[in-house]
């Protein structure tokens, strides 16, 4: 059983930073490639981020330059820096695993799931 838990949601004024923590347990996080998606309510799952087994990144448009996904593989841990927030970024976010590789933007190919912290960005 793969459990990923979230940590780091929460309320950031507009310019400001925050920094999702996504940790795995229950198999090898280090073969897993891992991902970050937002979740607005009435829409479906967009893709943030996603890091490989190797660390290369891949991103949406809109967090090129402005959010930074990681790992610590000695941790179990990935995370999701996020800079330079806006309104607009407010969401709940979730961080997946999956075992496509080198990574995946597609919802459908991740099977394990935070529990998705919500991430409020204030005017």
């Known amino acids: 059983q793969v459990q990923l838990v979230e940590s780091g949601g929460g309320l950031v004024q507009a310019g400001g930073s925050l920094r999702l923590s996504c940790a795995a347990s229950g198999r090898s996080f280090s073969n897993d490639a891992m991902g970050w998606f937002r979740k607005k309510p009435g829409r479906q799952w967009d893709f943030v981020a996603a890091?490989?087994?190797?660390?290369?990144?891949q991103y949406e448009d809109s967090a090129k330059g402005r959010f930074t996904i990681s790992r610590d593989n000695t941790k179990n841990t990935v995370f999701l820096q996020m800079n330079c927030l806006t309104p607009a970024y407010t969401s709940v976010y979730f961080c997946g695993a999956t075992c496509r590789h080198p990574f995946t933007s597609r919802w459908a190919d991740y099977d394990a799931w935070g529990h998705g912290p919500q991430v409020t960005v204030s005017s």
């Open positions: 890091i490989s087994q190797s660390e290369d990144t």
